[in-house]
């Protein structure tokens, strides 16, 4: 810590996990110069536990997304960005160091935060776009977020500070939250993850029949939550007229690799009378649930109005191959798949789709 003459915020997280681990001396990992000075890591600092129960883990908790010394934002009710993070990792048994990878994800989620302004709450969940863990062959390639089992919202000198706790997933468990909500799917998952421990050797919970169930009926109770899905590859070209004054019909750009995802969610926000907002690089598109099949246009905005029928024609039709196919119910929109390509982080080409 930098900071000697007022530690408050810091104090009142201390007292919190104190209550949790005892006299346990935690594995600390400071920052020698402050983030503000150009130091390279946001957070000020991450503390790590040793715990044993309901298996060995360790437990991390950061420092520095709530205000941990004087009061400086205008926001009286809550500390800085309101939270902190948490996250438990299964430890072996001859494991006497917390893992650098798992310090290096808490700084990139720090440097997240920081950098965009957005916040992480429970029921929140982030695609990693890879391995969580560089270095493994782990399936787990996002994370979900959720309230801390062991600690609850604390209230300090500068505000109200929740625990939201990171939890790795896989991608097909992503696309069932997607489908459906973070919440519901971690809950579905609780018997086989107890504290939402994660384990980079772990198999996929969206082939165990109980979660698919769980998944299925949730989304026919809630829908989904998932209210704007951004897409990077995402075009729109207007319709225009030819010779002879011939309208040619605007067409809908999607990736092979969202297709599916694309049409799972639309079917179930629709089902609900819920809008779903695709967000691309160059347009933003707009399904909005209604009688009457229509497109708008207005700058950078697309608002489709679709009915049950024209729901169902694109969820059948939106396949992970390229292609193109025709919505003749919505002005004859073209809608065409293109293939999209999946690549390392040395921007090398592994895998194709479509």
Known sequence: ?????NTSGWDAIDQAIGELYGEQEPHHYGTSIPYMLGGPD????????????????????????SELYEKESDQ????????????????GEEENEPPAWALNLLQNMGRYVFNSGNVFRAGDYM????????ASDTLLTALAFIEDPDLPEISTPNGSVQFVQMVGITGRELEMIQTWNARGFLSACSSFMPKYVTDLMRNSYADIPSVIQAV?????QDGSS???????????ESPRKKMLQKTVPAKLQLGANQAV?????????????????????????????????????SDRQITLTVNKQ???????????????FEIISLDRLLVQIVKTEIKDQEGHVIKTIG
């Open 226 to 236: 998932t209210a704007f899905l951004f897409i990077q590859q995402l075009g729109w």
């Open 127 to 134: 695609d990693a776009n890879g391995p969580i863990c560089l």
């Open 42 to 65: 946001p957070l000020d600092g991450i503390s790590v536990y040793s715990a044993n129960t309901p298996m060995p883990h360790w437990h991390f908790v950061t420092y520095g997304f």
């Open 261 to 297: 995802l694309i049409g799972n969610i639309l079917r179930s926000r629709m089902s609900k009378g819920e809008s779903l907002s695709l967000i691309g690089p160059d347009v933003n598109i707009m399904f909005k649930a209604g009688e009457q099949p229509a497109s708008l246009e």
């Open 1 to 5: 810590m930098t900071h000697e003459e």
């Open 216 to 220: 299925q009926l949730g989304i026919e």
């Open 310 to 324: 024209v729901v169902e024609e694109l969820a059948q039709n939106l396949h992970p191959v390229e292609g193109t």
């Open 76 to 91: 009286l009710s809550q500390s800085g960005y309101g939270f902190e993070i948490t996250f438990r990792l299964t430890r």
